[in-house]
């Protein structure tokens, strides 16, 4: 174990501590909460922004078949390299493809969604049709894997566990763009976010242009979800959990305070489940999706029942 | 001049047909209706059930098109103006159950005023005192600091009321402001509009199934019926016997002398 004091001497600079233990601060630990952050903020942020859109306090980045969207398009990326081959094969596995697969399979199963709930209106009709997506696309991925090699598989499975480590500083930074991009979309959003409470017809008559604002929450959503999916895998819970928590807490349903304390809650909860996953004093590392599930589901449940209600 | 064209039309309805476009085929719900409406007038539009008083008024607050004809506010054709300057001039209250959200009545109430607020909605001096005058006209100050979950149907109506207030448009159009509400309800919230008509000359229609407190109170009323839709002041539209085939005459006839409807 490095001493707390070493860790702070590294973090403001100090070049005497040892150099594996600043290799491994500076590389690994730093790099890890700031993914632990973005991530956090930018999941719960996105289910904030789905439970508004379809005015359902069920519909979260996961449960809309969003995540199922992004791992279709990774699945695509690692398990299809060699069915492509050649040139576009080595294309296919650079940093950047993956973000735009994931990003973009997230896009498409989220446009798909919403392109059918304008025409069906009844909301838990959509959840459903979003359930539908997640197993069609985990059935491609099934057809996927079966034709794929043992190591491609074996990268893609890694993938699906959720990871908040293994990001270099270059790929941090691709991260952290698409967070920023994601989070200016939906700041630029929270005007039109709560008249959209009121529903569509409500919030048309207030002067909404509602297409537009429906399209510019979609592509923030997708951003978020779709690159933080590519970089950590598909981690459950949180962006559904998130958004109910804060909600519960600072009891209003007013954007303008929901938005930041989301962020705020987000990166304060994933945070605490990176360090819970790290078992303090042992050798072992629980996956992240794990963490996220056990620790922060009974926690969800319990403010529920003390409260007795779900609001969008 | 006559007194007539001194009046000041907000809303005029032009040989309106309304109804639903498919792709293939067109649904006619109802044609040939024709309206004008001035300004502190309060209209009551009433009808059967499923005759189309929900689709003229989407008509009219343009969330859904018009098959043909048109509608101008204040001279201008509805299709030519934007939601943003049309939600200026026009407000709405809807049936629409909005119960759900945990936003307090106050930040509800104060929704109405997003079409002048900036990008990010901030409320300015003159936005926060439309909001609370909006509050005092509709006599809800006791309920400001509530959330909408917690309110009865009846507050609720009124909440939506003073958001639609507090949007301070010459037009308001409410879709069966009284369902769910007992009859005391019913005639306060009918009486509060009233009021509000003459007091801020605004135009108020409103569609609804009270027939008998609508005849007493409304300056005009628009008669929706299979055969035609009807115009005028009440009194009007009793000489023109327009009531009279309103519902098929085996359960409920109407009585001219009393100006009400009565069980056979």
Same mark, same amino acid.
């Given at each position: ?54 005015r359902?306090? &069920? ?62 209106k ?69 005007k039109s976010?709560n008249v959209l409470l009121l529903g569509d017809n409500y919030a048309q008559s207030l002067g909404l242009n509602i297409k537009?604002h429906?399209?510019?929450?979609? &592509? ?28 519960? &807490? ?63 | ?9 907000v809303l005029k309805v032009?040989?309106l047909?309304i ?10 719900v109802?044609?040939?209706i024709?309206f004008?409406l001035a300004k502190g007038e309060l209209i009551g539009l009433i009808g059967?059930?499923?005759?189309g008083k929900s689709t003229l008024l989407k008509t009219i607050t343009k969330s859904q098109k018009a098959?043909?004809?048109a509608v101008f506010v204040k001279?201008k054709s509805l299709e030519d103006i934007s939601n943003m300057t049309l939600a200026k001039e026009m407000s709405v209250v809807l049936t629409e159950n909005v119960a759900?959200t945990?936003l307090?009545v106050?930040e509800l109430i104060a929704l109405g005023r997003q079409p002048y607020t ?9 936005d926060?005192?439309k909001t609370?005058?909006a509050i005092?006209a509709i006599?809800i ?7 909408c979950?917690?309110l009865?149907d009846g507050q609720l109506q009124k909440v939506m009321l003073a958001r639609a207030l507090a949007q301070d448009t010459d037009i308001i159009v409410l879709d069966e402001p009284t369902t769910h509400l007992? /009859? ?5 919230v009918l009486?509060l509009l009233q009021?509000l008509a003459?007091?801020t000359q605004k135009t108020i229609l409103f569609s609804t199934h009270e027939?008998?407190?609508t005849?007493? /109170?409304c300056?005009k009323?628009i008669?929706m ?11 009007? /539209? ?27």
């Open positions: 174990m490095i001493p707390l004091k070493k860790v702070i001497q590294v973090l403001l600079g100090d070049e005497s501590v040892k150099e594996s233990w600043q290799y491994i601060i500076i590389n690994y630990r730093v790099p890890k909460a700031i993914v632990a952050v973005l991530v956090g903020a930018g999941l719960g942020v996105s289910g904030l922004l789905m439970q508004t859109l379809f359902n306090p &069920l519909a979260g980045p996961y449960v809309l078949g969003l995540s199922s969207g992004a791992s279709l398009g990774v699945a695509i990326v690692i398990l299809g390299a060699s069915l492509f081959g050649g040139v576009l094969g080595q294309f296919l596995v650079t940093k950047w493809s993956l973000i735009i697969a994931s990003s973009g399979g997230s896009f498409l199963v989220l446009l798909a969604v919403v392109i059918v709930s304008s025409r069906v009844d909301t838990m009709a959509i959840l459903i049709i979003g359930l539908m997506f997640a197993s069609v696309t985990a059935a491609l991925v099934s057809v996927l894997s079966y034709f794929s090699t043992a190591e491609e598989l074996q990268r893609y499975i890694f993938w699906s566990f959720g990871s908040l480590g293994n990001l270099t500083w270059d790929e941090l930074t691709i991260l952290f763009g698409a967070f920023v991009i994601g989070i200016g979309l939906t700041i630029y959003s929270i976010l537009k429906r399209f510019v929450l979609i &592509l923030a959503t997708s951003i978020l979800a779709g690159s933080i999916t590519s970089f950590v895998g598909p981690i459950a819970f949180i962006g559904l959990a998130v958004p109910h928590l804060t909600k519960l &807490l600072f009891d209003t349903s007013n954007h303008k305070i929901l938005v930041p304390a989301v962020l705020l809650s987000g990166s304060i909860l994933l945070l605490l489940c990176d360090s819970i996953s790290q078992l303090p004093m042992s050798e072992f590392t629980l996956p992240i999706n794990a963490v996220t599930s056990l620790f922060g589901a009974p926690v969800v449940i319990w403010l529920l029942v003390r409260k007795k209600k779900l609001f969008v | 001049m006559s007194l007539k064209s001194e009046k000041h039309i032009d040989n047909s109804g639903y476009q498919t792709k293939k085929s067109q649904t006619i109802a044609e040939n024709n004008e059967a059930n499923g005759i098959l043909n004809g001279e759900q945990n307090s106050q900036n990008w990010i909605g901030t409320l300015t001096e003159e926060e005192v609370k005058s005092e006599q100050t006791d309920l400001i600091h509530k959330k979950f917690e009865s007992d /009859l005391y309800h019913k005639v306060s009486k009021k003459k007091e027939i008998n407190v005849l007493s /109170l300056n009323l008669v019926k299979e055969s035609m839709t009807h115009f005028g002041s009440p009194k009007k /539209l009793i000489e023109e016997q327009a009531f009279d085939d309103l519902f098929p005459k085996d359960l409920v006839i109407f009585d001219s002398d009393s100006s009400s409807f009565k069980i056979v």
